[in-house]
């Protein structure tokens, strides 16, 4: 995703766009991901695209179709739609890692990965750690909002009835005590368990199915670069 996410923000061309769609696909159905995994769009998104490409399309630019006697440019739209696709691709790519990958692997892999970085005495043990933790504490906290959320709506009415600048206040302090609570939870459960080396320790290591992605993803990353 780094290599990836690299090669668009250099050349964010068309082709290097479409080849990562291809590849973003071929993924998909080597790990056997439905289509019906592929989360619906809010109505919301799809107003704001609606109202950013007309507001692309009045803006012009080359190249110009012609309807009758009117030339519009549709220049800015492509540019718009181009930077759509990219954005679409980067997400694609972080669901499907999102969707092949455990959790659980996620802290040894960044400390495989980092293990060079330990020659300037940098923690790379803890990067991996916090890494993990803070991508399994996502899902429980988005929960705990929700909760919070819900539960304000149930609390009767007051007399006087609060601003919504009070209501933001009061809702994000109750979620940063409620977050800070779940990390010390945390925190006890991890040091009840030996401490962060466990998570980071894990004994499988790179095989020949990560060789073939490797040498697929060069032929790609090659190819992105020829056709940019």
């Known amino acids: 995703m780094l290599a990836i996410s690299i090669l668009l923000t250099i050349a964010p061309t068309w082709s290097v766009i479409g080849l990562i769609g291809l590849l973003a696909l071929g993924t998909a159905a080597l790990g056997g991901i439905s289509l019906r995994c592929i989360p619906s769009v809010p109505r919301g ?3 704001i695209f609606a109202v950013g490409s007309l507001l692309t399309i009045a803006n012009g630019g080359a ?3 012609a309807v009758g006697p009117v030339a519009m440019g549709v220049g800015g739209f492509l540019e718009f739609l181009r930077i759509t696709c990219l954005g679409l691709a980067l997400i694609s790519l972080g669901a499907l890692t999102s969707w092949t990958t455990q959790v659980a692997d996620i802290a040894p ?3 495989l990965l980092l293990r060079p ?3 300037l005495r940098l923690p790379v043990d ?3 750690v916090a890494t993990s933790l803070a991508l399994r504490m996502l899902p429980m906290l988005a929960e705990e909002f929700r909760l919070l959320a819900a539960a304000r709506r149930l609390q009767p009415p007051q007399p006087q009835k609060p601003t919504r600048r009070a209501e933001l206040v009061d809702l994000c302090t109750a979620a940063m005590v409620v977050a800070l609570r779940r990390a010390t939870e945390t925190g006890d459960a991890i040091t009840a368990r030996g ?3 466990r998570i980071a320790d894990h004994p499988s290591r790179p095989g020949w199915r990560d060789a073939v992605a490797v040498v697929v993803l060069g032929g790609f990353l090659a190819l992105a670069v ?3």
């Open 195 to 197: 401490g962060t080396g």
């Open 109 to 111: 892999a960044v400390a």
């Open 45 to 47: 998104i799809w107003l």
């Open 63 to 65: 190249p110009e179709i």
């Open 226 to 228: 020829v056709l940019a």
């Open 126 to 128: 803890e990067v991996a």
């Open 117 to 119: 970085l330990r020659v």
